[in-house]
């Protein structure tokens, strides 16, 4: 585990805690997954690659296993290291025929039962691994029972299924098999395979980090290496100090994380971001107060899902209810705008919007900076707001909002986090158009020209500093590439700009 050692906290349980000091980007942990497969309530995918396939109504296709039939596609059918080897000899031996139902939503049932087995094998490959690092992870049992209708469904689709018609009765218990389906479904990480398709993976270390909403550690996958996972720290670490991520979307409000958190992973977060009604100052779910000019509206009890909200400068309160129905109609409007073809259209609703909210929302909202973030991903990329085409005003608008994401995530993923790196790319660009804009008008002399444009390659070296621990295949990889291209012309052109001045 490098730099990492196992220990037991009384209220996170088994988790991890650095051996020594660490520096910020520093390599803490990495491990191979004990084993990987299909996402849960997947549609129909290879068994090898992940890839989606198309079947018929009546299961037709001709992407199926020559051995056993299931899903297979014709490249994954000739690779003799198909990760599909592992189930394929159970069901041919069974005679286990896969029907290629897919429901309403999309949904194959009949594949959740493929990452369970994987493990299983994997368990009896490597019993000492599993025995000490796979038997003790969580699976919060009786609050899955609780759900009876998943519980079920598991019980059904998953443990039965494989005990039954796939003949491993006497290889499995159903207590070990449902222990499997809980340890995955509480522990496993999405991964993406080299060509994108999205699967899980199941890591017994990296999977037992304690929880928080301001995480110190960024994880990276690594598909071209067998799915190794590598855990950095995100910022500076003292000995001893525990390692934290975060196991939900950072830039939700504290009520959506919780709700997430709580059925996704069947614990109340408990940090003191979420204990926090301001969310460590930055208002992040904060409403603004209908009865005063000044005041916000605050959840009283930040954990509790019923609580109701007060604004401290009036005393003005409200029902949860009553916020929720707000929030469900904004996240409606916002989910309109996204559902727009991406163009000019999409962008200048999304400016209508934000300038709607400022009446209803604080102006650092989540629902707000996520507005924030599509438009810095649209302005330069939509027809009309291509990048070239950007007036000053526009581009200075780029930078305002890129700087607005960025304070948020200074404080709930300070450090070298993935979030943190994209952005400073999105940021440098208009900085260097608005300089180049600046000298060609004679706004800016050529030293300020050279200031703002050794502000922009600061940020490309930040952002190559944190995108170097990303897969080379991946969406964060290609871009860290892009970025060290970028870096070098302009570090070029500044070295020529200096010469002139000289």
Request: hydrophobic residues 35%; proline residues 4%; contains cysteine.
């Amino acid at each position: 585990m490098l730099k990492a050692r196992l220990e037991f906290d009384p209220l996170y349980g088994r988790c991890l805690a650095t051996t020594e000091a660490v520096e910020h980007g520093e390599l803490v942990v990495e491990e191979l997954p004990f084993a990987y497969g299909p996402k849960r309530d997947s549609g129909i995918v290879c068994l090898g690659c992940y890839r989606y396939l198309q079947f018929g109504e009546d299961g037709d296709s001709v992407d199926r296993c020559e051995l056993c039939d299931w899903p297979l596609c014709s490249n994954c059918a000739q690779d003799a290291a198909s990760d599909h080897l592992a189930e394929c000899e159970i069901f041919a031996a069974a005679r286990v025929t896969f029907a290629g139902n897919v429901s309403d939503d999309g949904v194959c049932p009949q594949l959740d039962c493929i990452t369970p087995l994987r493990v299983l094998l994997a368990k009896e490959l490597q019993p000492t691994r599993w025995d000490n690092e796979v038997a003790p992870m969580e699976h919060h049992d009786q609050a899955r029972r609780e759900n009876s209708e998943l519980w079920h469904a598991d019980r059904v689709n998953i443990a039965q299924y494989l005990r039954g018609p796939c003949r491993l009765a006497e290889r499995f218990s159903e207590e070990l098999i449902m222990q499997v389906v809980g340890i995955l479904e509480v522990n496993a990480f999405e991964a993406r395979t080299t060509q994108g398709y999205p699967l899980r993976c199941l890591y017994p270390y990296t999977g037992i980090l304690a929880h928080s909403c301001v995480p110190n550690t960024a994880r990276s996958i690594h598909p071209s290496e067998g799915f190794k996972i590598r855990l950095h720290a995100m910022v500076d670490l003292a000995a001893g100090e525990q390692l934290r991520h975060s196991y939900t979307y950072t830039l939700d409000g504290t009520a959506q994380r919780q709700s997430h958190l709580l059925e996704g992973k069947f614990f109340q977060c408990q940090c003191e971001r979420c204990l926090d009604a301001t969310e460590l100052q930055t208002h992040f779910s904060s409403l603004k107060c209908g009865q005063c000019t000044e005041g916000w509206l605050l959840p009283k009890l930040p954990t509790d899902k019923d609580s109701s909200w007060h604004c401290r400068a009036c005393g003005h309160s409200t029902s949860n209810e009553e916020v929720q129905q707000l929030i469900k109609a904004l996240q409606a409007e916002i989910g309109q705008v996204q559902a727009l073809e991406q163009g000019s259209k999409r962008l200048e609703e999304a400016e209508r919007l934000l300038r709607k909210y400022k009446s209803l929302l604080h102006p650092a909202h989540y629902l707000a900076t996520s507005l924030r973030q599509l438009l810095v991903e649209l302005y330069g990329r939509v027809q009309g707001y291509e990048m070239a085409q950007l007036t000053d005003q526009q581009l200075a608008r780029k930078v305002e909002l890129c700087r607005e994401v960025l304070a948020v995530l200074n404080v709930f993923e300070p450090g070298q986090s993935r979030a943190r790196a994209m952005h400073l790319y999105e940021l440098h660009v208009p900085l260097v158009l608005l300089a180049k804009s600046g000298f060609i008008a004679s706004r800016l002399s050529g030293s300020e020209l050279r200031t703002h444009l050794v502000e922009a390659i600061d940020l490309l070296k930040e952002c190559v500093e944190i995108l170097r621990h990303e897969d080379e295949t991946s969406q964060e990889g290609i871009l860290c590439g892009v970025a060290s291209q970028a870096l070098k012309q302009l570090s070029v052109s500044v070295e020529g700009l200096g010469t002139e001045l000289d």
